[in-house]
């Protein structure tokens, strides 16, 4: 046997080893992308609607005030709502029905528009009774389940990716808050 042949049978050899280090290292890969794209976009959920229901609060503080409480309160939802559905996230994305910020604090719930109530607002204790004031909180949230998830959770050797907080009742929720007093 000459030099050549113990060449070429090495050569065969190592196609199969390269398949198998391929193998490997495309799952770890893969895993790492996965990773990334599946937790920077709550990431980036979170800080939007961080960033909207700011803008929304502060929207609402150039709602001129008017004598009734009621029709107060429907301007300033109406202020809410209209900075909400001009952002750039889809509708579908954007849930309201978030809980009070504090229990037993008197927060009522904003009147639902479209289907969804985007915060609560309370009066001040320490307002005057001949001009009341009040504290909004605006609330956005999302739902993250497993069945309407934006990108599907995916389980990688035993842990789920991604794996984001549950709250008391074991669901998850990106959610972003801001409050203001009017």
């Known amino acids: 046997m000459s ?4 060449r070429g049978a090495g050569r065969r050899h190592q196609r199969g080893a390269v398949a198998i280090e391929f193998a490997v290292l495309f799952l770890v890969f893969f895993a790492l992308v996965y990773a990334i794209i599946g ?3 709550p990431f980036l959920l979170t800080l939007s609607f961080k960033q909207l229901s700011a803008d929304a609060a502060r929207s609402a503080v150039r709602v001129s005030p008017v004598p009734q409480a009621a029709a107060y309160i429907a301007r300033v939802n109406r202020q809410v709502h209209e900075v909400v559905e001009a952002s750039w996230l889809p509708s ?8 009070a910020p504090e229990e037993d604090a ?15 607002y309370r009066l001040m204790p320490d307002a005057p009774s001949h001009a009341p004031r009040y504290q909004l909180n ?5 739902a993250y389940d497993r069945e309407q998830a934006i990108i599907p959770t995916l389980t ?8 984001l907080p549950q709250d ?6 990106v959610r972003g808050r801001s409050s203001v007093r009017l």
Request: glycine share 16%; proline share 6%.
């Open 3 to 6: 030099a050549d042949d113990f």
């Open 39 to 41: 937790y920077s976009l």
């Open 106 to 120: 008197g927060w009522i719930a904003l009147p639902d528009m479209a289907g969804r109530s985007l915060g609560h």
């Open 138 to 142: 605006v609330c956005l949230q999302r």
């Open 168 to 173: 008391a009742r074991g669901e998850s929720f």
């Open 156 to 163: 990688l050797f035993g842990v789920d990716v991604p794996t």
């Open 92 to 99: 579908g994305w954007v849930q309201g029905g978030c809980p």
